[in-house]
């Protein structure tokens, strides 16, 4: 199918039910459907939007259009989890109806006051001449799931010296007031974040720009996000615009953070150090933290990237959002690590060990194309070392680590179905080791690696066939040991 702007801009009910029974059929044939991550049941999905805990669930809604697998007028959908596990699908939360919001439900976040759950997201229009105009919209949920939307806006214009790139609101609360940072793009087209403030989430004061040193730093941040740990400030954002250095920034577009010193509310000044890249990997945006009721800071972003195909593509649908991840501040930088609730879904449980020289092994019954894996090297003088996994005969993803360049490498360059070719196969970073321990979260068409403990994350999608199942362990010119356990799902 061409996609023009029409069938982009299509309302769910303007599909006939003979055409969406085929797209589901479809997509439900699909040979790379994933068995534990969040994925829409038709369509493309993106943002994770609305991350919340609210009267004993986790809530989580997502970007979705569901007619394909393309970028198309944009419904909030809900899921919805007790255990962050085994998600429930709730349905659509916000159709696009209003004339605040014709031309999409963009991204946002969610907030309990008065016993309800608010989301304020951004309502995306166009005119005739297709130019964009921004709103800051504001939705209800009570306890019954039922969402009424605000008549109007809660912010209907965009300040002076900011374009109409203006979007992607996320709210928290500071002793009385409501703070909210939305991701901007300044009159010279750079990007930013800017601040407002509220006593009742309905009516806005625009407080600035955040000041950070990060003066020139892409033309667009999206998805800001901010919060506290440990003491210190902790701000996350998308930038889109940099150009790739060495190991790093190296997606079509990035997703990281800065940590400094609280954010100074009245001078809107936030002092801190370096941006990090939140993931190593090939997929992964637009990330959403929220703090749950046991006080955990956890992550959870959009496995995928705007712009690029992806096999799917063909089978009527797009993307998956990441496993939940808890936070943690170590050094000024972020730990990410598998929430504990994930150890749920593990069924059989296989032990292997031993010794590698200057070989590849496998073993009997260690396979497969859904499992959690956990390895760790040590006692190592090879050169290079690592895994296999999703492998056969001419397939193969690989992680290794080479000792004498001292870095960690995702190769997916015989993974299987190719994605993203333009921007490379290889993801590396710098790790210096004693030991290392990789674990692995392994779908049907995707991989989450983290590693020592959540130190860096790979995120990546991989199209192998359905006989890609091997694992094995390697090692080149020279010795190091293992031991790995592996959890079926």
């Not at 070989?359 to 050169?383: K, M, P, R, T, W």
Request: aromatic share 14%.
């Amino acid at each position: 199918m061409e996609w023009t702007k029409e069938s982009r801009y299509r309302r769910l009910e303007q599909a006939s039910k003979s055409e969406m029974h085929e797209l589901t059929s479809k997509v439900n044939a699909s040979q790379w459907r994933q068995t534990f991550h969040i994925q829409p049941t038709t369509g493309l999905l993106n943002d994770p939007n609305g991350f919340s805990f609210y009267h004993g669930e986790y809530h989580l809604f997502y970007q979705w259009f569901p007619l394909g697998p393309v970028h198309g007028l944009k419904y909030w959908y809900h899921t919805k989890s007790k255990d962050l596990v085994n998600w429930e699908n709730v349905g659509i939360a916000i159709e696009p109806r209003e004339y605040f919001e014709s031309h999409g439900s963009y991204s946002g976040s969610a907030i309990e006051y008065e016993g309800k759950l608010h989301l304020l997201y951004t309502g995306n229009t166009r005119d005739q001449n297709w130019n964009r105009k921004p709103y800051q919209c504001l939705a209800i949920m009570d306890e019954s799931l039922k969402i009424k939307k605000l008549d109007d806006p809660v912010i209907s214009k965009v300040p002076a010296g900011y374009t109409d790139h203006f979007r992607d609101p996320k709210v928290w609360k500071e002793e009385d007031n409501f703070y909210m940072i939305i991701g901007a793009q300044r009159s010279d087209e750079t990007g930013c974040v800017v601040l407002y403030k509220s006593d009742n989430l309905t009516e806005w004061e625009f407080e600035g720009e955040l000041k950070t040193g990060l003066e020139d730093f892409g033309y667009m941040w999206e998805c800001p996000d901010y919060f506290e740990l440990n003491g210190l400030g902790c701000l996350v954002f998308s930038p889109q615009g940099i150009s790739p250095q060495d190991d790093f920034f190296n997606n079509i577009y990035q997703s990281g953070y800065i940590v400094g010193e609280e954010l100074n509310l009245e001078t809107k000044e936030f002092e801190h150090g370096e941006f990090y890249e939140l993931d190593r990997g090939f997929d992964f945006y637009a990330p959403q933290t929220m703090l749950d009721g046991k006080g955990r800071r956890l992550l959870v972003g959009w496995m995928g990237l705007p712009e690029i195909d992806y096999p799917t593509d063909s089978d009527g649908w797009a993307h998956c959002l990441t496993l939940p991840r808890e936070l943690s501040l170590k050094d000024g930088k972020l730990i990410q690590q598998p929430v504990e609730e994930l150890q749920l879904l593990r069924k059989d449980e296989l032990r292997v060990n031993g010794t590698i020289e200057n070989q590849v092994i496998s073993f009997d019954d260690f396979s497969g194309d859904s499992y959690e894996l956990i390895c760790e090297f040590y006692a190592n003088d090879a050169e290079e070392f690592g895994i296999e996994f999703r492998a056969s005969d001419d397939e193969k993803t690989v992680l290794k680590y080479d000792s004498l360049k001292g870095k960690l490498m995702l190769d997916r360059s015989l993974s299987g179905e190719e994605v993203g070719k333009e921007y490379g196969a290889i993801r590396q970073c710098s790790m210096a080791v004693d030991k290392l321990k990789l674990h692995l979260f392994v779908d049907i068409s995707s991989v989450e690696i983290f590693v020592n403990d959540g130190q860096e994350v790979f995120t990546s999608r991989i199209f192998p066939k359905a006989n890609s199942r091997d694992i094995r362990f390697f090692s080149k010119h020279g010795t190091v040991k293992f031991q790995a356990t592996k959890f079926d799902f």
